[in-house]
T-cell receptor, first 114, second 110 residues
Framework: AQSVTQLGSHVSVSEGALVLLRCNYS??????LFWYVQYPNQGLQLLLK??????LVKGINGFEAEFKKSETSFHLTKPSAHMSDAAEYFC????????????FGAGTRLFVKA | NAGVTQTPKFRVLKTGQSMTLLCAQD?????MYWYRQDPGMGLRLIHY???????AKGEVPDGYNVSRLKKQNFLLGLESAAPSQTSVYFC?????????FGSGTRLTVV
């Protein structure tokens, strides 16, 4: 069975500081991994995804994530936070059949202080 | 714009009333889903469909029914609304990799 754990339901950073949102997964098969972002009163949007190949994945808005198989992690980072990054972020994992077997984490709300 | 469209965006129901939420996608995706989102509980899968004419139960299916008569549409029905069904409902569709979500329906049952 697959599972996703996001460490920290809330993360607060200052504008210009590093953003680090943690995600660990459990999967018995090589996974597909995703990060989604949800802005207030909106649906989730795909931020980035890892399927195969390069383990460092770049997404929209300057975010990136690195797949580390040995650590079963897929942490999301951004070198310099912007006020517009304030949102909720969801990590997700699926097996390689994709689709309905995608499991979402509980989410991490990012606050950005001026 | 291509994507997933949900209607209505807001609704207030009285306990015991029924309603249907409509989801439409124009990306020719096979898979479609209904989730509910509640504070502190993330996304919970209600029902899903792997193709036209097929539906299956997700994590929290009780009190809901669904239909997928056309590939592009996925309907979520509440037969007798209860206050516990107050939530934000999201529809999504997916290809093999990655989901596209609608903007949500905020439902309040009083």
């Amino acid at each position: 069975a697959q599972s996703v754990t996001q460490l920290g339901s809330h993360v607060s950073v200052s504008e210009g500081a590093l953003v680090l949102l943690r995600c660990n997964y459990s999967s018995s098969v090589p996974p597909y991994l995703f990060w989604y972002v949800q802005y207030p009163n909106q649906g989730l949007q795909l931020l980035l995804k890892y399927t195969t190949g390069a383990t460092l994945v770049k997404g929209i808005n300057g975010f990136e994530a690195e797949f580390k198989k040995s650590e079963t992690s897929f942490h999301l980072t951004k070198p310099s936070a912007h006020m517009s990054d304030a949102a909720e972020y969801f990590c997700a994992v699926s097996d390689r059949t994709g689709g309905f077997k995608t499991i979402f984490g509980a989410g991490t709300r990012l606050f950005v202080k001026a | 714009n291509a994507g997933v469209t949900q209607t209505p965006k807001f609704r207030v129901l009285k306990t015991g009333q029924s309603m249907t939420l409509l989801c439409a996608q124009d990306m020719n995706h096979e898979y479609m889903y209904w989730y509910r989102q509640d504070p502190g509980m993330g996304l919970r899968l209600i029902h899903y469909s792997v193709g036209e004419g097929t539906t299956a139960k997700g994590e929290v299916p009780d009190g809901y029914n669904v239909s997928r008569l056309k590939k592009q549409n996925f309907l979520l029905g509440l037969e007798s609304a209860a206050p516990s069904q107050t939530s934000v409902y999201f529809c999504a569709s997916s290809s093999m990799i990655g989901y596209t979500f609608g903007s949500g329906t905020r439902l309040t049952v009083v």
